[in-house]
């Protein structure tokens, strides 16, 4: 009997994958829940594991491009008839002829696979939660805990990363912890990461079976414990890439040998150049992954480039950006701003503002009230489109783009209009923290209705900065530089920064826009007029 197995719904708005690799070839044995092949979507790339014991057929080739629900391979299950026929003989008795499979060494994966399964009714799935309307996947960062270890209820034992935040997952229950999914991976959400066996039932299996996997690493490269063997995590192989460096030349740390993002990130170019002559015999289990990464000579020595495939995460970015700028009409508009009167301040009052508030001074808390006082002045800029309506905020939830270790994210300062400067500033470090320490929570990261991102800290003297959807406008600082400007008929040499708003030209006409950016011009060049009000 042969059962088909046809490509998984992975998310909404996902209709088609890509095969990227096949782990296994046609032909070759293999157990249930054993990784076959690796699928990619345009958001996310993951496993797809085998539904049953037999022998693999596969039907699409790496490459392929698949609808959802498309037959992709099948699995003859061949190798469960023999065991229904093993125990014929002796009917009764079948379930007792554990004792007997330990006898059996050739072969110890079924062996841990037959105790499981009285205790499949003291085992449950850890999954991926939802975390947050817009998320379709996320990306397992880092393992708490170790494959065999015991877990307590609430402990955390993994955490995970979205494309807008990290999050801990905790142990739904005592018990077992057996992982199945590893660090780098991306996972669905409602997929399963891990599973817990109550009580302990399973303790034994992965300690038995993990020097079994050791033992047969060297002879057996198709043992159903040892497929990942030299196999990078998608992580793990898009820094390898970057790197130059071939799988094969690297050690694995994870489960079976899988190659994981912290083995790709202390590996080093050096040592993998001189051992690439002596990697021909694993390269059959490479080659799926060797096109990817491979350096192609352009025939003149030293001048060689090399062919990468777009990851899933920047597949993600650029098709948002096209998209804002596709569905948008974004206008840029500039001016520039004399940043002595600020300076000034500052230098005045830093010192005694930090003793009293226990924060530093910053332009940010200066840049934010000026721009919630001019969004309430024209709230036009505060609005979004939502379908054949406009949306007018009263309230200014500004988003401050913060760079973090991971790529760009932008928290949102709530309710800037009623904060004071000292709330503004305390409100910047903390969420600048939890940045760093991307401990940002997704409620942290949505709802904004005006955006301001700082160019300057980067060394930016101009640019146009493109809207953070479904707003309709964006605010870009720029670095300050002293410049001859004329003041009262005399040229003088002042701090100028140049400011940029990008807004959508479909809601926001040319006249509020320029009286927008004018009007934050006017406030920070005379900051009274922050405190005041006017």
């Given at each position: 009997m042969a059962i088909e197995m046809k490509v998984p719904s992975v998310g909404e708005s996902v209709s088609e994958?890509?095969?990227?690799?096949?782990?296994?070839?046609?032909?070759d044995t293999v157990k249930m829940d054993e990784v076959i092949c690796e699928l990619e979507s345009d958001k996310a790339t993951f496993e797809l594991p085998a539904e049953a014991d037999g022998i693999l057929r596969i039907v699409a080739a790496e490459g392929t491009t698949l609808p959802i629900g498309a037959l992709i391979c099948k699995i003859e299950t061949t190798n469960d008839k023999p065991q229904a026929s093993t125990p014929a003989p002796e009917p009764t008795p079948a379930p007792k002829e554990e004792p007997k499979a330990p006898a059996a060494e050739p072969t110890p994966a079924p062996v841990a696979t037959t105790p499981a399964a009285p205790a499949e009714g003291k085992t449950i799935d850890v999954v991926v939660p939802a975390v947050g309307e817009s998320i379709s996947e996320v990306t397992?960062?880092?393992?708490?805990?170790?494959?065999?270890?015991?877990?307590?209820?609430?402990?955390?034992?993994?955490?995970?990363?979205?494309?807008?935040?990290?999050?801990?997952?905790?142990?739904?229950e005592n018990g077992v912890i057996t992982i199945v999914a590893q660090a780098g991976q991306v996972i669905p959400i409602g997929g399963v990461v891990a599973k817990i066996?109550?009580?302990?039932?399973?303790?034994?299996?992965?300690?038995?079976?993990?020097?079994?996997?050791?033992?047969?690493?060297?002879?057996?490269?198709?043992s159903g414990n040892n497929y990942a063997a030299g196999h990078p995590s998608p992580v793990a192989a898009k820094v390898l890439a970057e790197k130059g460096i071939d799988p094969a030349t690297v050690q694995g740390t994870g489960v079976g040998g899988r190659i994981m993002k912290e083995d790709a990130l202390k590996a080093t170019p050096t040592p993998a150049q001189p051992t690439a002559p002596s990697t021909p015999?694993?390269?059959?289990?490479?080659?799926?992954k060797a096109p990817a990464s491979t350096p192609v000579a352009s025939g003149v020595e030293g001048r060689i480039s090399r062919r990468e495939k777009m990851t899933s995460l920047r597949k993600t970015i650029a098709r948002r950006l096209?998209?804002?700028?596709?569905?948008?009409?974004?206008?840029?508009?500039?001016?520039?701003?004399?940043?002595?009167?600020?300076m000034d301040l500052r230098a005045k009052y830093k010192d005694k503002f930090k003793e009293t508030h226990g924060v530093g001074l910053g332009f940010m808390s200066f840049f934010t009230k000026a721009c919630a006082i001019a969004l309430k002045d024209f709230p036009v800029v505060n609005a979004y489109i939502d379908g054949d309506e406009i949306v007018y905020n009263d309230y200014a939830d500004i988003a401050i783009a913060v760079s973090a270790p991971r790529g760009l994210v932008v928290p949102v300062i709530r309710n800037a209009e009623k904060l004071s400067f000292a709330g503004i500033e305390s409100e910047v470090v903390r969420l600048a923290g939890k940045a760093r320490d991307n401990k940002l929570t997704i409620?942290?990261?949505?709802?904004?209705?005006?955006?301001?991102?700082?160019?300057?800290i980067f060394g930016s003297m101009l640019s146009t900065p493109i809207i953070n959807a479904p707003q309709s406008a964006i605010l870009g600082m720029h670095n300050i530089v002293e410049r001859p400007v004329v003041v009262n008929g005399e040229i003088v040499i002042r701090p100028i920064m140049y400011v940029a708003l990008s807004y959508d030209h479909r809601t926001i006409d040319g006249k509020d826009s320029v009286s927008f950016l004018v009007r934050v011009k006017q406030l920070l060049e005379d900051p009274a007029r922050i405190l005041l009000g006017v």
């Open positions: 994958v890509t095969i990227a690799s096949w782990i296994k070839k046609d032909g397992i960062a880092s393992w708490s805990k170790k494959d065999g270890d015991s877990v307590k209820m609430d402990e955390v034992i993994c955490e995970l990363e979205s494309d807008k935040a990290t999050f801990e997952l905790p142990s739904p066996a109550i009580g302990g039932a399973v303790n034994t299996a992965p300690a038995a079976t993990q020097p079994a996997a050791q033992e047969e690493k060297p002879a057996t490269p198709a015999q694993p390269t059959p289990a490479t080659e799926p096209v998209a804002v700028k596709q569905e948008t009409a974004m206008l840029t508009t500039f001016n520039e701003v004399d940043m002595k009167p600020i409620e942290e990261m949505t709802g904004g209705t005006f955006t301001i991102t700082n160019g300057g």
